[in-house]
């Protein structure tokens, strides 16, 4: 069974666009993250989600909007994408939000704007 | 940010002890070390870490110097499999009370066959 699951795999879409990636854990945990990795392979936190509440913001366009519905579940819509949101979008998940808890990792979303 | 220095590759063969060292001189008495591991088109996968003492796993050992200024971790038995970035973390900052991993260019391990 997968623990992080990303949806979809791919995603290949024109600038201007919204779409929306979807992340599910069934590892029980409280903690969710969204990564963007560049394509020079930089892994960067974009945000952090514990129960439901954000608890990490980093310096991220508005046009990025997470949302968790439930504990299990962090979705990502992004407005208007731009060339630059080009990237591979990890979602991962930790027992906790603490710095004790290993994260969990997705196999990724790789988005491409035309 | 504690910063990390890892050398950008390094070889392997087989069946070896593949040793990745971490230099981490500007570490502070409550920051943790981390290793996480990004095999080719995956995403980033938890190995070990690690405060003052050395620790074992399944997967790998972690050496601490005593100065904590630096780490080695040890994949006792590399396979082919074991190719992959490796990626040490020192720098876990806590935003409300959160984690968070920053990453580096990591170390790309080949295993030789």
Request: charged share 20%.
């Amino acid at each position: 069974d997968t623990a992080v699951s990303q949806t979809p795999k791919y995603l290949v879409t024109q600038m201007g666009n919204d779409k929306s990636i979807k992340c599910e854990q069934n590892l029980g945990h409280d903690t969710m993250y969204w990564y963007k990795q560049d394509s020079k392979k930089f892994l960067k936190i974009m945000f952090s989600y514990n129960n439901k509440e954000l608890i990490i913001n980093e310096t991220v366009p508005n046009r990025f909007s997470p949302k968790s519905p439930d504990k299990a579940h962090l979705n990502l819509h992004i407005n208007s994408l731009e060339l630059g949101d080009s990237a591979v979008y990890f979602c991962a998940s930790s027992a906790g939000p603490g710095q004790y808890q290993p994260q969990h990792f997705g196999d990724g979303t790789r988005l491409s704007i035309l | 940010d504690a910063k990390t220095t890892q050398p950008t590759s390094m070889d392997c063969a087989e069946g070896r002890a593949a040793n990745l060292p971490c230099n981490h001189s500007t570490i502070s008495g409550n920051e943790y070390v981390y290793w996480y591991r990004q095999i080719h088109s995956q995403g980033p996968q938890y190995i070990i870490h690690g405060l003052k003492n050395n620790e074992t796993n399944e997967m790998a050992s972690l050496i601490i110097t005593e100065d904590r200024k630096s780490s080695t971790l040890i994949l006792p038995h590399a396979t082919l499999r074991d190719t992959a970035v490796y990626y040490c973390i020192v720098r876990v900052r806590e935003g409300q009370g959160a984690q968070k991993l920053v990453f580096g260019q990591g170390t790309r391990l080949t295993i030789n066959p």
